[in-house]
């Protein structure tokens, strides 16, 4: 499956961003991930599209929501009270099957990737 990453973009801390993530075809589960230079791959949040259980990092709970759009095929990533750690390429992921009761956040589980998107937080 293809994935087009938009929203990125420049904000100060405590704004807000929100990022699109659209799919050419139906995943059952699709994460966002995030790299800062210098830094590995981290999970920030996923979802099992059918049944909307999610799954976030710690460093990013209760500020960011994931959702999804079904008929769109997209997966949406809520950001806010961004914070100036929160600066990276985000990418978002897909994955064919199920992985447990919760969505993984683990980068070498994901089969497809999109381009990504840079988020500045300052």
């Known amino acids: 499956v293809q994935l087009v990453e938009s929203g990125g973009g420049s904000v100060q801390a405590g704004g807000s961003l929100r990022l699109s993530c659209a799919a050419s075809?139906?995943?059952?589960?699709m994460g966002w991930f995030r790299q800062a230079p210098g830094k590995e791959r981290e999970g920030v949040a996923s979802?099992?599209?059918?049944?909307?259980?999610?799954n976030y990092a710690d460093s990013v709970m209760g500020r960011f929501t994931i959702s999804q759009d079904n008929a769109k095929k997209t997966v949406y990533l809520q950001m806010t009270s961004l914070k100036a750690e929160d600066t990276a390429m985000y990418y978002c992921?897909?994955?064919?099957?199920?992985?447990?009761?919760?969505?993984?956040?683990?980068?070498?589980?994901?089969?497809?990737w999109g381009q990504g998107t840079q988020v500045t937080v300052s």
């Open positions: 075809g139906y995943t059952p589960c």
């Open positions: 979802v099992y599209t059918g049944t909307g259980r999610t």
């Open positions: 992921a897909a994955r064919a099957n199920f992985m447990g009761a919760r969505p993984p956040l683990t980068f070498g589980t994901y089969s497809d």
